[in-house]
């Protein structure tokens, strides 16, 4: 599950340093999540959040032949993980793009299921 859109290279392919303004740049992708000053210009930032979450109860199937009420069959397996990634826009004091970059950071998201591993492969 992502908790909002995640940004593409495809995304801000329109960005060009030196010419796209930050008003562009909101036109296109919307407000940032963050702006904050950055020596003489400023820094956007957009995060998108990745969230992940395994769970399987591999007792289910004998509720069909025995009511857990006789028998508890519940054996369930789970994990999950968060990861934030981030795109982020340089802007010098005229507010125009100097260079920008994706951080990618999501494999804090690649959760594992024990005994099984990653269930992401990067």
Do not use: C
């Amino acid at each position: 599950m992502t908790l909002n859109t995640p940004l593409k290279p495809d995304d801000v392919a329109f960005i060009a340093p030196g010419q796209t303004t930050l008003s562009e740049v909101v036109m296109h992708l919307g407000v940032p999540v963050e702006l904050k000053r950055s020596g003489p210009g400023a820094l956007a930032r957009y995060y998108y959040t990745d969230v992940k979450y395994f769970r399987v109860n591999f007792g289910w199937p004998l509720g069909l032949w025995q009511p857990a009420a006789f028998v508890p069959h519940d054996l369930i397996l789970g994990g999950g993980g968060l990861g934030v990634d981030l795109f982020q826009v340089e802007l010098d004091q005229r507010w125009i793009v100097q260079q920008y970059t994706f951080t990618h950071e999501s494999p804090a998201a690649g959760y594992r299921v024990w005994p099984f591993g990653s269930a992401r492969d990067e």
